[in-house]
């Protein structure tokens, strides 16, 4: 069969072939499934915020009893802390393995819109709704751990809750979102790439908070001699300095005793120090900072003051959203490689 | 203007070549078939032609000068892959959904007019559709983009002989009202006389022929006459296929212009199967047009 038919006039081809906000509605038609889970979660945690926000007692003492049986509380905070897990593994995790698994990709990467456009607005739409909701939660977490940062039980420096603010919370939702999309692109295997995702954020989560914000707090800090050594232990710290204090609301990094002409006294000899300074203030001194000055000792503390907590939550935010930056490029190259394989 | 150009094209996975030193060239206008042996590079040569694969040597171009898979490209190629993959989970209304906003020239009322008319119902998941039905759902999409090509690989290998001939009718028909260039690879031989016009053969990642499918019909013949006086015709023709049967020869043969049959043999016309049948069976023969001089100067040789 000969086909005669008029080669037609082509028309004008645009650069930018698609808007964003069609894009931004194919997201939605694709991924409505994912996101209306990861929608039911927050709006599950989100309850369970306000429930036992309401329910708590509102004097100290009733707190601190509550805080006791801290059951409820920590359930309530490990759920929200893998809130971006759940993300990276549901919705990250799929994006690309789903497309490349289906052989749906063939359909898609072969559209006016383009692969690179694609999966960049796709990821942008994502990422919108992941730090919106994790933020949102952060910040009803941090309404809801308030009351008891009031009598002194508990303080957003400590690192479980340290990652779980509205600032951080977002970035490792958007970190954990691109990563498991990265982790989808390279393996192209949905439940494997789910996998490893989960093993992945879990990990490095925990990870951050056993050991990689103390890290982080551990930068710069500021130095005293001007604590007063009592019930003050040595060497690493890490603990919140609770309100009442000197340095009410901060983060202690380290103490340490240092003898004549400044010298860093050991464990042992330190600890000698701040034994006789307790047997002095037991009978009767009330000035432990210049006894010590006078038997050419000092106490010393280094600490995070209270004005620098969102400075280091900026920081942490800011490493998270660069290294989401850097796996989102790794991304687009992998499925510009696609194409090579 | 070539609707497909390659030069030296080459695709490697790994150690082993799909495609290598692939050079053609198709005009636009034509309803191009392409047909090969299983792991002839028909799929790899067409996931160049999309942009879905990037070549290891060589080019390929689209629509004249267009790099295949740049965005003025795919604006103007549609592709309907093998087992048409599609968003299973979506219903076809969806799907319509996605194909409008992925694409800035989408025809949404000519896809709804050609989905009613194939009577598959717009609020069906895809998933839940007949192979046939899924096939023509993807064909639709495509064919809504107004594409200056369309490029189908093996559109037609899991469905039925009616689902066949009304996906082929669909094309077609798309054909005659858009003027569309296609490009589609197939295994089923007797559709490809019914609708293509240029056939392009493929074999062990290389192009073995190419040209229209009238003018490679009115090149080859099939001389039957004494087995030996036979190499008497083989010094006048270029044999692509010989036979034989006690003292009786068959041998199909490229006339090269030269119509007169050597004295005491008949010659019949070749029908297109006989034709594909014979050169897949002799890898080693070629009839190829140059790809660069196709407007008029084709070269055209056999070599045997």
């Known amino acids: 069969m000969t086909v005669l038919a008029p080669v037609p006039v082509l028309p004008q081809v645009h650069e930018h072939p698609v808007p964003w906000r069609p894009m931004a509605r194919v997201t939605w038609l694709q991924h409505r499934g994912g996101l209306m889970g990861v929608l039911a979660l927050f709006c599950a945690c989100a309850l369970a915020i306000v429930l036992e926000r309401f329910t708590a007692p509102s004097h100290a003492s009733s707190l601190l009893i509550r805080f006791a049986s801290p059951d409820a509380f920590t359930l309530l905070v490990s759920v929200i802390q893998l809130f971006p897990v759940v993300i990276g593994v549901f919705v990250g995790a799929p994006l690309i393995s789903r497309e490349l698994e289906s052989g749906a990709f063939r359909f898609t990467w072969t559209q006016g819109v383009g692969r690179t456009r694609f999966v960049i607005t796709t990821l942008v739409v994502l990422a919108g709704f992941t730090v919106t909701s994790a933020c949102v939660l952060g910040a009803l977490l941090g309404w809801y751990i308030h009351s008891f940062e009031v009598v002194g039980v508990q303080s957003q420096w400590q690192s479980g809750l340290f990652n779980a ?4 919370l977002a970035a490792w939702a958007l970190f954990a979102l691109v990563l498991g999309t990265f982790l989808g692109a390279l393996i192209g295997r949905t439940v494997t790439a789910m996998a ?12 951050s908070n056993l050991d990689l914000v103390h890290r982080l707090l551990g930068v710069a800090p500021l130095v005293t001699s001007r604590i007063p050594p009592m019930s003050m232990a040595i ?31 050991n464990r042992l000899a330190a600890y000698n120090v701040m034994d006789h300074v307790q047997t ?62 | 203007m070539n609707v497909v150009e390659t030069s030296g094209l080459g695709k490697r996975y790994h150690s082993t070549w799909a495609l290598r030193d692939c050079t053609l060239a198709i005009p636009a206008g034509h309803v191009v078939a392409l047909v090969g042996p299983n792991g002839a590079g028909k799929t790899t040569l067409l ?61 949404e009322e000519q896809a709804e007019r050609r989905l009613h008319t194939l009577d598959i119902p717009p609020d069906r998941k895809v998933g839940k559709l007949s192979g046939g039905q899924q096939a023509q759902l993807a064909l639709t999409l495509a064919l809504a983009r107004h ?6 690989d093996e559109p037609v290998a899991r469905l039925d002989p009616l689902a066949r001939h009304d996906f082929m009718a669909l094309v077609v028909t798309a054909v005659a009202e858009d003027g569309l260039s ?4 197939s295994h089923v031989i007797s559709e490809l006389e019914r609708v293509a016009d240029y056939l392009i053969l493929l074999t062990h990642g290389q192009v073995q022929m190419a040209g229209e499918i009238d003018e490679l019909l009115a090149g080859h013949t099939v001389l039957s006459g004494p087995a030996e006086e036979s190499g008497a015709v083989t010094e006048r023709f270029p044999v692509v296929q010989s036979q034989l049967a006690g003292r009786h020869a068959q041998l199909l043969v490229r006339t090269n212009g030269r119509s007169d049959p050597p004295a005491g043999w008949e010659s019949d016309d070749v029908s297109l199967e006989e034709l594909v049948l014979a050169y897949l069976r002799e890898p080693s023969a070629s009839t190829l047009p140059g790809p660069l001089n196709f407007m008029g100067n084709c070269t055209t040789e056999v070599v045997l």
């Open chain 2, 147 to 152: 594409p200056d090509l369309l490029v189908l």
């Open chain 1, 280 to 341: 002095a203030v037991i009978h009767g001194l009330t000035d432990p900072t210049r006894w010590l000055s006078l038997h050419h000792d000092a106490f010393w503390m280094s600490y995070q003051p209270a004005s620098r907590f969102w400075i280091f939550q900026g920081v942490e935010a800011v490493v998270l959203i660069g290294l989401a930056v850097l796996f989102s490029f790794a991304t687009v190259r992998c499925i510009r490689g696609r194409a090579r394989a």
């Open chain 2, 182 to 185: 296609v490009l589609f690879s």
């Open chain 1, 235 to 265: 060497g690493t710290l890490n603990s919140t300095s609770y309100a009442g204090g000197t340095l009410s609301g901060g983060w202690l990094v380290r103490g340490w005793v240092t003898g004549t002409g400044g010298r860093e006294l």
């Open chain 1, 165 to 168: 603010t509205p600032v951080t």
């Open chain 1, 196 to 207: 490893a995702t989960a093993v992945g954020g879990v990990a490095l989560v925990a990870a």
């Open chain 2, 47 to 107: 996931h160049c032609a999309v942009g879905l694969l990037t070549a290891t040597t060589g080019k390929v171009t689209v629509l004249g000068d267009l790099e295949a898979g740049s965005l003025d490209a795919l604006e103007r190629v549609a592709f309907v892959a093998q087992d048409a993959p599609l968003y299973r989970h979506l219903s076809v209304q969806a799907m319509l959904g996605v194909a409008r906003n992925l694409n800035r020239r989408f025809d």
